[in-house]
């Protein structure tokens, strides 16, 4: 499930208590290189988490952007909520979250 360490995953999973639907779940998690913010991917929506708190939410229907990789990062920009904005990771390389990530942009733009 983890692209992180045992302890960074146990205070992003803290931050997320009472957040998650009943049925909902983490599946994986990594941490932006440029933010310090925390990508978790449940089974229901991605959500960021900074500093124990959570941030943006895109439901995993609503997951629609492009994944950029090179050989120096891989970049993932998402289309945020309100028009015009984005959400922006930087990730050191390919990890589960961004081949995850890849997948449901890719199902998206058949």
């Known amino acids: ?10 205070q992003v999973q803290r931050a997320l208590r009472g957040h998650l639907a009943d049925d909902d779940a983490m599946e994986t998690i990594a941490r932006d290189e ?8 449940t089974h229901r929506e991605l959500i960021l988490v900074k500093d124990q708190q959570v941030g943006d939410r ?3 229907d609503e997951i629609a952007g492009s994944i950029d990789r090179n ?4 970049s993932v920009r998402l289309r945020g ?6 959400i922006v990771g930087t ?13 449901i ?3 998206t733009a058949r």
Request: proline share 4%.
């Open 105 to 107: 942009v890719q199902d």
């Open 34 to 41: 440029a933010t310090g913010s925390y990508w978790v991917l």
């Open 81 to 86: 909520h309100e028009p015009g904005t984005a």
């Open 91 to 103: 990730f050191r390389k390919p990890n589960r979250l961004t081949n995850a990530l890849a997948e």
């Open 1 to 10: 499930m983890t692209e992180v360490s045992v302890f960074d995953a146990y």
């Open 71 to 74: 050989d120096v990062a891989v």
């Open 58 to 60: 895109l439901a995993r």
